[in-house]
T-cell receptor, first 112, second 116 residues
Framework: GDSVTQMEGPVTLSEEAFLTINCTYT??????LFWYVQYPGEGLQLLLK?????DKGSNKGFEATYRKETTSFHLEKGSVQVSDSAVYFC???????????FGGGTRVLVKP | KAGVTQTPRYLIKTRGQQVTLSCSPI?????VSWYQQTPGQGLQFLFE???????NKGNFPGRFSGRQFSNSRSEMNVSTLELGDSALYLC???????????????FGDGTRLSIL
């Protein structure tokens, strides 16, 4: 079945540092890929998405490129802020309609 | 547009009881999905409803059930509650139309269920 693996956290960074969160997936066919972010006490917010190979999703300074050859969708941000502290989830939506399969989440803590 | 609304936000129940959670999707969204989030198992898909029909189901026991109404609002029910059912239950809605595929899902803030 479909699965998503992402790096375990927590990831602790200083403000303005570069952030990378690795995500790899296993799926049949051509899934759509997503990054969601969850702030304390809240639900998940869509951060960015990509629906086909070589697509680059971007939002709020975050970027991720759909790499079919390496089955990866790594999240990057060039200069993080304290407000980026949250849990980040990589997810895919495959052949089974709107069902999302999530990775385990990566907690990111940005210190001033 | 208003976002996805889940009620109640917090709920405390005891073992053996049953519970009903409610979700109002974004206006115009016809697909509603439910997820369970726990520290141990992470985010797991429960089921998806579209036009009042269950379209997809995860690997949960039959104690977990749901339904969708003609206005797209959805409820999920858990019967004979167990300690392990303590979790954050998230509802998500998405647009869905013929030819669309894997549309992004928009999540509510969840209902936190605690079983004593």
């Amino acid at each position: 079945g479909d699965s998503v693996t992402q790096m375990e956290g927590p990831v602790t960074l200083s403000e303005e540092a570069f952030l990378t969160i690795n995500c790899t997936y296993t799926a049949t066919g051509y899934p759509s890929l997503f990054w969601y972010v969850q702030y304390p006490g809240e639900g998940l917010q869509l951060l960015l998405k990509a629906t086909k190979a070589d697509d680059k999703g971007s939002n709020k300074g975050f970027e991720a490129t759909y790499r079919k050859e390496t089955t990866s969708f790594h999240l990057e941000k060039g200069s993080v802020q304290v407000s980026d502290s949250a849990v980040y989830f990589c997810a895919l939506s495959g052949a089974a309609g709107n069902k999302l399969t999530f990775g385990g989440g990566t907690r990111v803590l940005v210190k001033p | 547009k208003a976002g996805v609304t889940q009620t109640p936000r917090y709920l405390i129940k005891t073992r053996g009881q049953q519970v009903t959670l409610s979700c109002s999707p974004i206006s115009g969204h016809r697909s509603v999905s439910w997820y369970q989030q726990t520290p141990g198992q992470g985010l797991q898909f429960l089921f998806e409803y579209f036009s009042e029909t269950q379209r997809n189901k995860g690997n949960f026991p039959g104690r977990f059930s749901g339904r969708q109404f003609s206005n797209s609002r959805s409820e999920m029910n858990v019967s004979t509650l167990e300690l392990g059912d303590s979790a954050l239950y998230l509802c998500a809605s998405s647009e869905d139309w013929p030819g669309s595929r894997n549309q992004p899902q928009h999540f509510g803030d969840g209902t936190r269920l605690s079983i004593l």
